[in-house]
């Protein structure tokens, strides 16, 4: 099955910093998707990419839907201590409204104060 | 907004008895629900996708028989993890889908643990 490579796989940064993680896949996705998740909680949707070329915006987060429908990328700015978690991609397998989703290993990030 | 219900958020059980999820879509219906398994410092791994009115589809690897998944309405998924045993602790989840713009709710997941 299709599998996703996310990197980095951990960051211990600096509140205050920017941070930047990304997707790669071998096989082409139509929906890119990324989520946090806290200790002991579901995964949260932070932002959805649907176009390729898209790049949509929630408030410090910015994500980027790769032209080649492979990879996407995730920047957190100004990162501040609530913004530590473990953050997911996902891809959409399929055309259709309900295709499965494909998680990347994660990125767990750290910030200190 | 979409909320996605998943209950006992944690469960402690004896090896060899059954433990039964459950997974409920509160303010909307959801067609297709999704469960997932999560060890710890590791991904989700998507176990099966279930469909309301009929059999779920299981991804390689995971035994329809001791994973038993029910979709019986639009609001409500189970999955009962029968005859368990200690290998089988890990972090259940469920996910809801709600269509395009919506997309996918999650659970807030169920820590199981065999003992």
Known sequence: GQQLNQSPQSMFIQEGEDVSMNCTSSSIFNTWLWYKQDPGEGPVLLIALYKAGELTSNGRLTAQFGITRKDSFLNISASIPSDVGIYFCAGREGSGNTGKLIFGQGTTLQVKP | ?115
């Not at chain 2, 060899?16 to 629900?33: N, P």
């Not at chain 2, 009929?54 to 028989?65: M, P, R």
Request: contains cysteine; proline residues 3%; positive net charge.
């Open chain 2, 1 to 115: 907004g979409a909320v996605v219900s998943q209950h006992p958020s944690w469960v402690i059980c004896k090896s060899g008895t059954s433990v039964k999820i459950e997974c409920r879509s509160l303010d909307f219906q959801a067609t297709t629900m999704f469960w997932y398994r999560q060890f710890p410092k590791q991904s989700l791994m998507l176990m099966a996708t279930s469909n309301e009115g009929s059999k779920a589809t299981y991804e390689q690897g995971v035994e329809k028989d001791k994973f038993l998944i029910n979709h019986a309405s639009l609001t409500l998924s189970t999955l009962t993890v029968t005859s368990a045993h200690p290998e089988d602790s890990s972090f259940y989840i469920c996910s809801a889908h709600r269509g395009l713009i919506y997309g996918y709710t999650f659970g807030s997941g169920t820590r199981l643990t065999v003992v």
